[in-house]
């Protein structure tokens, strides 16, 4: 029997790895509380943040007061507001059958939100809430009294929930306002090119005076449009050259210069690769048209005048 060779395994000359590089961390830091009218009349808030205000019971809007502003809150809203260390919570004026709950998230916590867009205004987001979180406002309210261990991680995981969902209402109302916005910028977009048809705006150009830039423009415009910037451009060139040409007042020319282009011949070249054929034939098909039907009506006025001698 051949005795088993030492060899020493891999693990013994791995370097373990910081915890850091594999470990996320997991902290939700929150100032909570449950009152009603008759409970307390105002409280110094505890740290910098968002605050949280939901109306838990009663009908009626729940009045309260942030600093020297007066807010009020109802059942199915949520107001956040934007406060600071030191700053006042006035509840004096909530009806003793009215309830309110309060929860404050630290400032850094949400700063990318806010920053990038997310939360609209400067101080206070008012957010439509829906059956998960008013089902969430009840089982806190339930869990408030308790005061085990169990009962308060439940808590927290109940008002980080609440959070996310308001963050989801916050960012899907925030993609129909930019949506909504885009579209604006877009029908704004087509009025400057159907306006004046002698200019030639590049996207870049047309992106700097409405306001966006040109991936959006791109994007938005084909999406609501469906046709590229470019496109649309020449198509409502062509169809108004096809216009003014078949009125017989213009020549080829002043066709081309109302429809921005400085040479005829440039002019021509885009006329025929969009419709097939010169510009030019379809004048002189007018024309011959025209004058076909004025002679067709100039005999048919004979006709009738020979009839009624």
């Excluded at 008759?38 to 605050?51: A, C, K």
């Excluded at 989801?168 to 604006?184: G, T």
Aim: hydrophobic letters at 45%; proline letters at 2%; a neutral charge.
């Amino acid at each position: 029997m051949t005795p088993l060779d030492n060899n020493d395994s891999f693990s013994e000359f791995t370097t373990p790895l910081l915890a850091n590089s594999f470990f996320s961390e997991l902290s939700a830091v929150m100032q909570y509380g449950i009152w009603n009218g008759s409970t307390v009349s105002e409280l110094i808030l505890p740290i910098s943040g968002y605050l949280n205000i939901f109306c838990i019971e009663g009908h009626a809007p729940c009045s309260y007061a942030v600093g020297n502003r007066q807010y009020s809150v109802a059942c199915d809203y949520t107001n956040v507001h934007l406060v600071t260390t030191g700053q006042l919570l006035d509840i004096s004026t909530i009806k003793e059958n009215a309830k309110i709950m309060a929860f404050i998230i630290p400032k850094e916590y949400l700063d990318v939100h806010h920053n990038a867009g997310l939360l609209l205004s400067s101080d206070i987001w008012v957010i439509r809430t829906n059956s998960r979180i008013d089902l969430i406002k009840q089982r806190v309210a339930a869990l408030y009294t308790s005061e085990d261990l169990l009962s308060s991680i439940k808590t927290q995981s109940l008002l980080l929930e609440a959070l996310a969902l308001q963050m989801e209402i916050l960012l899907s109302e925030n993609k129909a306002i930019v949506k909504d916005q885009l579209l604006d910028k877009v029908i704004e977009a087509k009025k400057i090119i159907q306006e004046d048809l002698t200019q030639n705006h590049s996207i870049g150009d047309l992106a700097k005076m409405i306001g966006t830039n040109e991936q959006y423009l791109k994007k938005y415009f084909k999406l609501h449009v469906g046709k590229t910037v470019m496109s649309f451009t020449l198509e409502t060139k062509m169809l108004y050259a096809k216009k003014l040409i078949m009125t017989g007042k213009h020549r080829i020319s002043d066709v081309a210069r109302l429809t921005g282009y400085k040479h005829a011949t440039h002019f021509t070249t885009a006329f025929k690769k969009y419709f097939g054929f010169i510009p030019n034939s379809l004048k002189y098909a007018f024309l011959i048209f025209h004058e076909t039907i004025l002679s067709v009506l100039g005999f048919e006025s004979l006709a009738f005048s020979v009839v009624f001698v």
